[in-house]
């Protein structure tokens, strides 16, 4: 079974002064917190809830994806 860790993660700082967290290869795999650490930890546990229920549907989670950063100077 695959676990938070073996997917690519994003924190970033999020409009209202706070951080989300989310990982790119899983749709609605996202979560906030007032920092990154909170937000993290939060991803954990949605990263938990988004994996019971392709577990329940019998639905394997979707592979990693490779993200490329890009600095438009």
Same mark, same amino acid.
């Given at each position: 079974?695959?676990?938070?860790?073996?997917?690519?993660?994003?924190?970033?700082?999020?409009?209202?002064?706070?951080? $989300?967290?989310?990982?790119?290869? =899983?749709?609605?795999?996202?979560?906030?917190?007032?920092?990154?650490?909170?937000?993290?930890? %939060? +991803? $954990?546990?949605?990263?938990?809830? =988004?994996?019971?229920?392709?577990?329940?549907?019998?639905?394997?989670?979707?592979?990693?994806? %490779? +993200? $490329?950063?890009?600095?438009?100077?």
């Amino acid at each position: 079974m695959k676990s938070l860790q073996d997917y690519t993660t994003v924190v970033r700082p999020d409009s209202n002064s706070t951080f $989300v967290a989310y990982v790119p290869a =899983i749709a609605g795999c996202h979560a906030w917190g007032a920092t990154p650490d909170e937000a993290r930890a %939060e +991803l $954990v546990n949605v990263f938990e809830m =988004i994996q019971e229920e392709y577990l329940e549907a019998g639905k394997l989670l979707p592979r990693d994806v %490779e +993200l $490329v950063i890009a600095n438009g100077s």
